[in-house]
């Protein structure tokens, strides 16, 4: 990785870009600080510390603290992640926008203004929800009509923003510009976790020496097997080897080339976990904005077993049936999403037009099945992946009461993120510096 570095700060070209992207980041960060007029942050605080889990630890993890703090970047860049999600999902659904992304750069431009208009949109309501929602409880100074505008209006052009500064680093700078706000905004947080950490386990009075030094080997020897452990789980690739045919025309012969088809182990990435915790996180939410949720009933209690702060918690054993919820659903969208993104039989059909075949397995019907089945191994495969890598945070935040806001979803968006930009300036870096053969 330093090397990649080094090799690409010798060029001036992609020099200007890593400034670009490094002075974006800079302005995030600042406007991560810039309070919401208006509002009252000890609220969200207070909110926070009242209710945990997955779904409230995430979204402050996506905004890089920014919610907790109430800035102008409360709603950080998740009304466009979700907007792109919901975007996906509607172009295999409506035939319209599936042949608008068949169109290439053309149909992509309509679809990503469709996708920015969406986000504005999704935005307007999360903040409204957010002003009306909580303002009647604390979160506004003064609860009028003057000050919920002002709210909604300052977070949404907020969102907004962050939005076009993520398309100009996808322009001018280096890697994906979305992706990178959302790591940076989830590595900002890393910091105080880990000091939280520390001073929970390690810093600790009356322990010796040993005790803490042994607290501290085990604490980084966690996060480095999970990091490891993510890379793996990233980097795992089954690929299907495809062979072509043979044509001859004339005395030319055309084909026979020997390909194959990736199928990554985690092929949904972290959708499942997003949809799974976020869904065992809305009746929460709901409740929370009706100031309901803390009494004796049924009710309350089905919504303590979907709080993620009550599992694997040994005073509240009763509630861990939550945890067997979480898995199922995490399993269930894996597949769910992948069905809907991957189609075998497009695949199949593709192969089959170009002259294209898995050897051994015949053209049509047969490579649909050799595909779903395969498919269907890789998708279980990383969904106990993905399961493995998000309990153990779980498990430490409610066995032992460790305060850590980031889970696996955030190693796994960071960890995917770094590899994917480091591979973008290894092939920048390689297209400047290659010479061929007329130059050598």
């Known amino acids: 990785m330093l090397e990649t570095f080094r090799r690409a700060f010798k060029i001036k070209d992609i020099r200007k870009k890593l400034g670009y992207t490094f002075l974006m980041l800079i302005v995030i960060r600042l406007g991560s600080e810039l309070p919401t007029p208006g509002v009252d942050p000890t609220y969200i605080q207070n909110f926070f510390a009242e209710n945990t889990g997955e779904a409230f630890n995430l979204f402050n993890a996506f905004t890089g603290g920014s919610f907790e703090n109430m800035s102008v970047?409360?709603?950080?860049?998740?009304?466009?992640?979700?907007s792109s999600i919901i975007m996906q999902l509607l172009t295999i659904a409506i035939p319209q926008l599936e042949e608008m992304r068949k169109e290439?750069?053309?149909?992509?431009?309509?679809?990503?203004?469709i996708t920015r208009y969406l986000t504005v949109g999704l935005a307007l309501i999360e903040s409204a929800a957010?002003?009306?929602?909580?303002?009647?409880?604390?979160?506004?100074?003064?609860?009028?009509?003057?000050?919920?505008?002002?709210?909604?209006?300052?977070?949404?052009?907020?969102?907004?923003?962050?939005?076009?500064i993520g398309e100009r680093i996808t322009e001018k700078g280096v890697g994906n510009g979305i992706s990178i706000?959302?790591?940076i905004n989830i590595i900002s947080r890393v910091p105080g976790d880990m000091t939280s950490l520390f001073k929970q386990f390690v810093f600790v009075e009356g322990k010796s020496l040993a005790?803490?030094?042994?607290?501290?080997?085990?604490?980084l020897a966690i996060i480095i097997v999970l990091v490891v452990f993510v890379v793996i789980l990233q980097g795992g690739m089954r690929k299907i080897p495809v062979q072509y045919s043979q044509k001859v025309v004339g005395r030319r012969s055309y084909g026979g080339q020997s390909s194959h088809i990736p199928l990554k182990v985690n092929t949904a990435g972290v959708i499942?976990?997003?949809?799974?915790?976020?869904?065992?996180?809305?009746?929460?939410?709901?409740?929370?904005?009706?100031?309901?949720?803390?009494?004796?009933?049924?009710?309350?209690?089905?919504?303590?077993?979907?709080?993620?702060?009550?599992?694997?918690?040994?005073?509240?054993?009763?509630?861990?049936?939550?945890?067997?919820?979480?898995?199922?659903?995490?399993?269930?969208?894996?597949?769910?999403?992948?069905?809907?993104?991957?189609?075998?039989?497009?695949?199949?059909?593709?192969?089959?037009?170009?002259?294209?075949?898995?050897?051994?397995?015949?053209?049509?019907k047969p490579?649909?099945?050799?595909?779903?089945?395969?498919?269907?191994?890789?998708?279980?495969?990383?969904?106990?992946?993905?399961?493995?890598?998000?309990?153990?945070?779980?498990?430490?935040?409610?066995?032992?009461g460790a305060s850590v806001s980031f889970g696996g979803t955030s190693l796994i968006i960071i960890v995917s993120v770094v590899l994917e930009t480091m591979k973008q300036i290894e092939s920048q870096t390689l297209v400047r510096n290659y010479k061929g053969f007329l130059n050598s």
């Open 73 to 82: 970047f409360a709603l950080s860049i998740t009304p466009y992640i979700t």
């Open 181 to 183: 706000v959302l790591v």
């Open 211 to 219: 005790s803490r030094g042994l607290a501290a080997l085990i604490i």
């Open 272 to 364: 499942p976990i997003i949809f799974s915790s976020s869904l065992m996180q809305f009746p929460i939410v709901i409740a929370s904005f009706m100031g309901k949720g803390e009494g004796t009933g049924i009710g309350a209690e089905i919504l303590r077993g979907m709080n993620q702060s009550f599992w694997c918690n040994p005073q509240y054993p009763q509630y861990s049936w939550g945890l067997a919820v979480y898995i199922v659903l995490t399993v269930f969208f894996a597949y769910f999403y992948t069905s809907i993104t991957f189609n075998p039989m497009e695949i199949a059909n593709n192969m089959k037009k170009n002259g294209g075949f898995i050897p051994g397995i015949r053209p049509g």
């Open 367 to 400: 490579t649909v099945e050799y595909l779903r089945k395969i498919l269907n191994y890789i998708i279980f495969i990383g969904a106990c992946g993905l399961i493995l890598i998000q309990i153990v945070p779980i498990f430490f935040n409610g066995w032992m």
């Open 104 to 113: 290439g750069e053309d149909g992509r431009k309509k679809i990503t203004a």
């Open 130 to 164: 957010m002003a009306i929602g909580f303002g009647r409880q604390g979160l506004l100074v003064e609860y009028n009509f003057v000050n919920a505008a002002i709210v909604v209006l300052t977070l949404t052009a907020g969102s907004a923003f962050l939005m076009w």
